[in-house]
């Protein structure tokens, strides 16, 4: 996929960089199953979106992203605005104020309920955070125009997590990923981290005297923190970069 940051060029840096920035953060947080962060990554995301139409129609980009008072109210008022492309006008304006919702009043944030639909919310709101997201590109795209297309096609392709997740049971679900990864990968899955014999589960490894000597390397790397007293583990902030370059290789388009 092209770069999003070269074919958004006709945007300010101000609100091409975190709209970029989140975009990203919330495509690693959905194949990691973080669902909650992927959900409140949706909202920030709603609020960018929001201030660039606003610039658009103004002819007056704000130099970073503003959230209206009232989003709903905000999104209705765009639908007034005729000159606007049709996408921008009805569509967007009519998709915001729903993935506004999910972020601030179903399962993120809040406790109760008898059901945990947040890998679901995920779901949806990814999928219309792509859509918008090509539209974007479909409007402000600076590069060829089939980079552009390419681009289009490829946010448009269905997004498949790499971890599969069922009663605390977790499986990575590409066969091609080495048993380091894995265990990077597992450990951020988890807020606190994981412990040997979690990683050990979800790998379905057996030879614990391995095991523990991979997680000692990672520990020297400095990309986890290992405590061989407790067996836990816990990602670190290199740990996350390279989780990040991990995904990035696994979901390729």
């Known amino acids: 996929m092209a770069d999003l940051d070269n074919l958004l060029g006709a945007l300010p840096s101000g609100l091409r960089e975190p709209l970029v920035s989140e975009y990203k953060k919330l495509t690693q947080n959905y194949m990691e199953h973080r669902w909650e962060p992927a959900e409140l990554g949706a909202g920030k995301i709603c609020e960018i979106v929001y201030s660039i139409i606003k610039g658009h129609i103004d002819g007056n980009y704000p130099s970073s992203p503003t959230k209206p008072r009232n989003m709903v109210l905000a999104c209705r008022q765009l639908e007034n605005e005729s000159s606007l492309p049709r996408s921008f006008q009805i569509l967007i304006p009519r998709m915001l104020p729903p993935l506004y919702e999910i972020r601030n009043n179903r399962g993120v944030g809040h406790v109760g309920g008898d059901l945990d639909a947040n890998s679901i919310d995920a779901t949806l709101m990814f999928t219309m955070v792509n859509w918008i997201m090509a539209e974007l590109v479909r409007v402000f795209h600076t590069e060829d125009i089939s980079v552009a297309q390419r681009t289009v096609d490829a946010l448009g392709q269905r997004h498949i997590p790499l971890i599969w997740d069922a009663d605390g049971i977790k499986k990575i679900l590409s066969p091609k990923m080495s048993l380091r990864d894995q265990a990077l990968l597992l450990t951020s899955s988890r807020e606190g981290g994981a ?40 990602l670190l902030p290199g740990g996350g970069n390279e989780v990040s370059r991990i995904v990035e290789q696994h979901t390729k388009t």
Request: hydrophobic share 30%; proline share 0%; aromatic share 10%.
């Open 195 to 234: 412990t040997l014999d979690q990683l050990m589960e979800w790998t379905e490894s057996k030879n614990k005297t391995y095991f523990k000597k991979l997680l000692r390397n990672l520990h020297k790397e400095k990309l986890v923190h290992y405590d061989e007293t407790g067996n836990t583990v816990t």
